[in-house]
């Protein structure tokens, strides 16, 4: 029973694993197109009145939003195979 239960625990987790990396890959595309240009042209706005530091802060805030810098989802998607790695070599 405890061999069963281990083992429907195995199939789950494998499931759940591969439902985040289907969300992760498909989150990468799924863009709100008003958001991003509307923070486009405050940028632009921003630059074009020698406000630098604030454009910077637009564009700052822009990514956390679309879900932080391209480092922070390549890093998630690394730990993710590392723990379908994991769950792989366990018995």
Request: glycine residues 6%.
């Amino acid at each position: 029973r405890a061999e069963a239960e281990l083992a429907e625990s195995g199939v789950a987790l494998e499931a759940l694993l591969e439902e985040k990396s289907q969300h992760l890959d498909e989150r990468e595309h799924l863009v709100d197109r008003r958001l991003v240009t509307s923070t486009l042209a405050l940028c632009l706005e921003h630059m074009a009145s020698g406000r630098r530091g604030m454009a910077e802060q637009v564009l700052g805030q822009t990514l956390q939003m679309l879900g932080g810098p391209p480092e922070e989802e390549a890093l998630q998607r690394q730990r993710l195979r590392e723990a379908e790695v994991r769950h792989a070599r366990a018995p």
